[in-house]
C-alpha cells in the first residue's frame, strides 16, 4: 500500500511540474558524418576470358590454411595434365592478396587461381 502512495505522488509531482513549466524553446539539430565526403574507388570492367589455357602461365594464390596444399598439388597437376605446356606459378600470403602482390601477380601471369580457406 505505502508503494501504491509514493507512486501517485511522484505522478502527481510529475504532472504539476509539467503543467507548470514554461514550454521550451524549439531545437534544431544538425547531424554531420564524421567519415566527410567520401569519393568511390574507381570501378574497373572484368578483362576478356581467355579462350585456351594450352601454353599459359597460370597462378595459384593459397592463404596457406591447414590442407589446401594438398588441393593445391591435385589443381597444379591437373593442370599440367590437361594442359600442355602450361606453366604453373605458386603464390601465398594473406587473405587480402594486396596491391603490390596482385601487380607482380598481373605482370607474370596470364590467369590465376584464388583459393583460401577458413
Given amino acids: 500500500m505505502k508503494n501504491l502512495v509514493w507512486i501517485a505522488v511522484i505522478l502527481a509531482a510529475a504532472c504539476l511540474t509539467s503543467v507548470t513549466s514554461p514550454a521550451a524553446p524549439a531545437v534544431t539539430l544538425t547531424v554531420l558524418n564524421p567519415r566527410g565526403e567520401i569519393a568511390p574507388p574507381p570501378v574497373f570492367p572484368p578483362r576478356p576470358r581467355i579462350s585456351d589455357l594450352s601454353g599459359k ?20 597437376e591437373l593442370l599440367k595434365e590437361k594442359l600442355p605446356g602450361t606453366t604453373v606459378l605458386r603464390y601465398n600470403g594473406a587473405y587480402d592478396i ?21
Avoid at 597460370?58 to 597444379?76: Q, R, T, V
Avoid at 594486396?98 to 577458413?118: N, T
Fill in 98 to 118: 594486396g596491391d603490390p602482390l596482385a601487380a607482380k601477380m598481373a605482370g607474370e601471369v596470364d590467369a590465376f587461381f584464388y583459393g583460401v580457406g577458413d
Fill in 57 to 76: 602461365k597460370i597462378g595459384l594464390y593459397w592463404n596457406g590454411k591447414a590442407g589446401g596444399n594438398y588441393f593445391w598439388n591435385i589443381i597444379e
